[in-house]
């Protein structure tokens, strides 16, 4: 197995490219991987787009290369990571398409649309169409359905490799519900299948799927065209689902060149996952293809990265550029349980606050379980506990009125959820406080409003910070919601874990590197802002999904504890 970049690659990259020393360490004279007779290759070509604007030989070059090598390497398809264009330009399309001319009746194709197929459209068009045409498609024998009649941005096809069925199902950039939904009932009509996911944007940085809640990420497909799910939701809307599902391939991230993971599907299959684009290497990717071999064992596919370019492998990462995996097929009749978080039973909080009783100024704000007591503050007077269990601030500005909570409500805890039922009533915010636990200044952990459609939760210490800002699920004046933000001391990949919930749903997470335990929590207080509160809880611990979503569902007068313990 290659594990170096050979000498003729590097007097390129040296060239064109910043090299580490580890990298020109492993310049050394090698061979590829041996092709192994017998085995089916598909081509995967990585994101062509700086070839159809600039450097259309390339491009040519891996098309000449497939059609003289489809014989010897018994070549049966390729596949298209998307971004075939830069600017989806009528231009940049013709190259595309007078090179995949070139394998005209000689080697089928399928195309992802990236998301620089879509540029300069309105919504979610792409000149793809006008040159590659689902009535040109058809004409192949292996050519299966699409999505939506005449386009190809979403369609699949059929093919047999190695004495199994195979299918690879092509999706669009940030696929919609809707395509999600018809992908789902392709996959289940073709059991009898194997099938490849080929989409363009998938894989994230160290080889995890793009997940929003993870926080901000470099051109997430979440929320494509207002509408676009990323890896994470793709893997468990569809791909997890199936247990036919075997291969996804993707492009897209152009700084990571590759990536790969594998997963075990819900009926045991084993999904793997990896990601290829050279776009930053000289030229757009000096011609680099990804070669998928299936050996005539059926069960073993070796990868390889090639350039006809170069004639040298191995642009980047040894490890993840020459490789071989074996085929899991699933091993259970039914899918395994939904997987159900095991949350230990929901313990009581260490404080709570109803907002029984009425008053203005000087109120008591009475924590029902302990002795956390606190005071209504109001200037004006036009806050107030109305008597009905709430506590109505009337403004964003704190003479108009804040509960002032007792200090040292985080001392001592390594863990922490704050619970909040909370209703806006004013249109406008300007990074105005539901709840802040800090020191009125550098520390703070809290939840606040910047506008109607953008909030955070944060925790910061000495003015450092860290947040959570979610701009996907906007708040509206005189709708109620269910918020809880979590900091776990143990959390997840050695760091302490952020999370934010809204209305029982996990919105946003974030490995911070933050200790709750640095919070100096000396000046506590719920707002100043213009809203409505039902129910504040504090609790010693952080709250897992089930226990969000049975605290949401039971809404802000009842407690669905196990009983009456805190222990």
């Known amino acids: 197995m290659s594990r170096s970049i050979n000498r003729a690659l590097c007097s390129l990259l040296v060239a064109a490219v910043w090299l580490t020393a580890a990298d020109r360490a492993r310049c050394e004279e090698v061979q590829p991987l041996p092709f192994v007779e017998g085995s089916t290759t598909l081509v995967v070509l990585p994101d062509t787009e700086v070839y159809t604007n600039k450097n259309p030989h390339l491009l040519q070059a891996q098309m000449q290369w497939i059609n003289e090598n489809r014989a010897s390497r018994n070549i049966a398809y390729i596949l298209h990571v998307g971004d075939v264009t830069n600017n989806n330009t009528d231009r940049e399309w013709r190259v595309a398409r007078e090179c995949f001319d070139m394998l005209d009746g000689k080697v089928p194709y399928i195309l992802a649309a990236g998301n620089h197929d879509y540029d300069h459209t309105p919504g979610r068009l792409t000149h793809m169409n006008k040159f590659f045409g689902v009535s040109d498609m058809k004409e192949w024998s292996t050519f299966g359905d699409v999505f939506e009649p005449g386009k190809l941005e979403n369609q699949y096809r059929v093919m ?21 939904d018809w992908a789902n009932k392709v996959l289940a009509q073709h059991k009898d299948r194997l099938a490849i996911i080929l989409t363009h944007a998938y894989l994230y940085y160290g080889n995890q799927r793009y997940n929003h809640l993870e926080g901000s990420q470099r051109a997430s497909p979440y929320g494509f065209y207002g509408e676009g799910a990323d890896g994470e939701q793709l893997w468990n809307k569809l791909i997890r689902k199936h247990p036919n599902a075997m291969i996804v391939i993707c492009g897209h991230l152009s700084s990571g060149y590759v990536g790969y993971r594998a997963d075990e599907g819900d009926y045991g299959n084993v999904v793997h996952q990896m990601m290829c684009d050279y776009e930053k290497i000289k030229g757009g990717g000096l011609g680099f293809l990804r070669l998928l071999e299936f050996l005539p064992d059926g069960k073993t596919v070796q990868v390889r990265t090639y350039s006809p370019v170069t004639k040298g492998t191995n642009p980047r990462d040894p490890e993840l550029e020459e490789f071989a995996f074996e085929l ?240």
């Open 328 to 567: 899991k097929l699933a091993d259970r009749d039914e899918p395994r349980p939904a997987s159900t978080e095991l949350d230990p039973p929901l313990k009581m909080p260490i404080c709570r606050y109803s907002f029984d009783g009425t008053g203005s100024d000087g109120a008591k704000i009475s924590d029902s379980i302990g002795d956390a007591h606190g005071l209504l503050r109001s200037e004006t007077g036009r806050s107030m506990l109305d008597g009905k269990g709430r506590l109505v601030l009337a403004g964003n500005d704190g003479r108009d009125g804040y509960a002032q909570l007792p200090p040292r409500l985080l001392a001592n805890l390594t863990d922490v959820s704050v619970e909040v039922w909370f209703t806006p009533t004013a249109s406008q915010y300007n990074w105005n406080s539901v709840w802040r636990l800090g020191d009125g200044g550098g520390d703070f952990f809290w939840y606040t409003f910047r506008t109607l459609n953008v909030h955070r939760a944060e925790i910061g210490v000495s003015r450092d910070n860290e947040d959570i800002q979610r701009k996907d699920v906007p708040a509206a004046p005189g709708k109620r919601m269910h918020v809880v933000v979590t900091y776990d001391r143990d959390g997840a990949e050695g760091k302490p874990l952020l999370q934010y919930f809204r209305d029982g749903e996990l919105t946003g997470r974030l490995n911070t590197s933050k200790l709750l335990s640095d919070v100096d929590d000396t000046q506590n207080r719920l707002g100043p802002i213009a809203g409505i509160y039902d129910e504040l809880r504090i609790y010693d611990f952080p709250m897992g999904r089930a226990a969000v979503r049975r605290c949401f569902e039971a809404g802000p007068d009842r407690l669905p504890v196990a009983g009456p313990s805190r222990e």
């Open 160 to 180: 047999d490799i190695q004495g199994r069925k195979w299918l690879v199902l092509s999706l669009e950039t940030g696929p919609r519900n809707a395509v999600i």
